[in-house]
DNA sequence: CTGTATCCGTGTTGATACTG
DNA sequence: CAGTATCAACACGGATACAG
């Protein structure tokens, strides 16, 4: 028999009052953010976590997403009857922490070191449009555009130049796109014709086509810093 | 016999292409954003950031500028000869990386658990008030304001609704304020009286004394969250 | 003073196996 | 599917010693 470690013996903070410090003791663990970037666009369940968030384990999952429960930042709960599953949220504060992710988002991806080859989640695609929308380009388009992504489902919409984002079925959408994250952020990073990508047979496109060309125009890529 | 571990046996990466898990790559590990934080508004050295990192080791600061500096994102230089000293600065991309403390502060600070009576350094009060500063509370407004902070100085510009701040000698300014970062703060933070801190005898403001009471309407502090 | 290079105790991480 | 248990490897933080 040990010693009983309530759970925090001596839990790693900063002790600093500025809110850089405090949103690292928050959120700045391993994995945290990266978990709270699956919860972004609605609830999701462990195993759909795990799933996209690649190289985490079950017992840091566990932990995280408990510390994100204790700080406030993540919701449990239960789905009514027929579901009856639980299923992890971001509380309404979690969900404004939307602003870092655009911002590291934006300034990250200038890097050399970006591999666009790597894994990349159905969320990360969504926020990495979130990210790179660019108002002035929109002008005062308004579409819904679908996404059909390693079988999860988007509706990004453009109206009053902003672009959300919601996990929601794509049917009734102008134009929706199908394919790999990685191959569907591809075409916007890259600026490449939608059509190579299609011949290519790695991603599709059903409905209004031109939608489909107007919209991947409203993302610049940033560019590479120059070392 | 066993393989030489030229410097980095596993590092510790998040094989994942989005642009969140890029950041948190160059700049997640323990104490790398705080350590920008500090070269934020000019360069600093090594001695300079250890004072104002609470906690940090001399050899985690070295490995961290190391990293940081391999990443592109801070530069080591020596100053010409009078003074020819080391010190690190951020490179361009590296300043640009602002955006991210920016969301992280507005962010954080609604959290219960911010604790504003721990140690404040002085880049982190100019970084605070960045992060709070509202455009339309200033208007037209035009000022410079100093500040005299734990031996630093500063000087911020409010012009064309923009804050800046830049290390620089406040002689010159409209205002100046002296006193600790957290108390300075405090009198931002808590809306209270500036005669009242200097009544405590924690401030003191030189100067055009309605600009510095002007000044201290202009970064609203964010609501709680209800939890 | 400005770092750099060790060693060491401890806590965290990550892989695997396991349980309900 | 949703976690828990175990354990080896590593990172952290502190101390100390050392170099320019």
Chains 1, 2 share one sequence.
């Not at 919860?39 to 079950?58: D, I, K, Q, T």
């Not at 894994?119 to 380009?137: E, G, K």
Request: aromatic content about 8%; proline content about 7%; charged content about 25%.
């Amino acid at each position: 028999m040990k010693l009983e470690k309530t759970t925090e013996p001596t839990r790693r903070r900063y002790d600093d009052a500025c809110g850089t410090a405090l949103a690292l003791d928050l959120v700045g663990e391993r994995w945290s953010l990266l978990i709270v970037r699956e919860l972004m666009f609605g609830p999701r369940r462990f195993g759909e976590v795990r799933a996209n968030v690649p190289g985490v384990s079950a017992n840091l999952l566990t932990q995280r997403l408990e510390g994100l429960e204790a700080a406030g930042i993540v919701r449990r709960r239960r789905l009514p009857s027929p579901a009856n599953v639980q299923v992890y949220e971001l509380t309404e504060w979690g969900l404004e922490s939307e602003p870092i992710f655009e911002a590291m988002v934006r300034w990250a991806l200038r890097s050399p070191a970006h591999d666009p080859s790597l894994f990349l989640s159905p969320a990360s695609l969504m926020m990495s449009l979130r990210a790179l929308f660019d108002p002035a380009r929109a002008g005062g388009w308004t579409a819904r555009i679908g996404f059909r992504s390693s079988g999860d489902v988007f509706v990004g919409t453009i109206a009053d130049r902003e672009f959300r984002a919601r996990r929601e079925d794509p049917a009734a959408a102008d134009a929706v796109f199908s394919g790999e994250p990685g191959k569907l952020i591809g075409v916007i990073y890259g600026n490449r014709p939608i059509a190579n990508a299609e011949a290519a047979g790695v991603l599709s496109v059903t409905g209004n086509r031109a939608a489909a060309e107007r919209f991947v125009t409203l993302f610049p890529f940033p560019a590479k810093v120059s070392g």
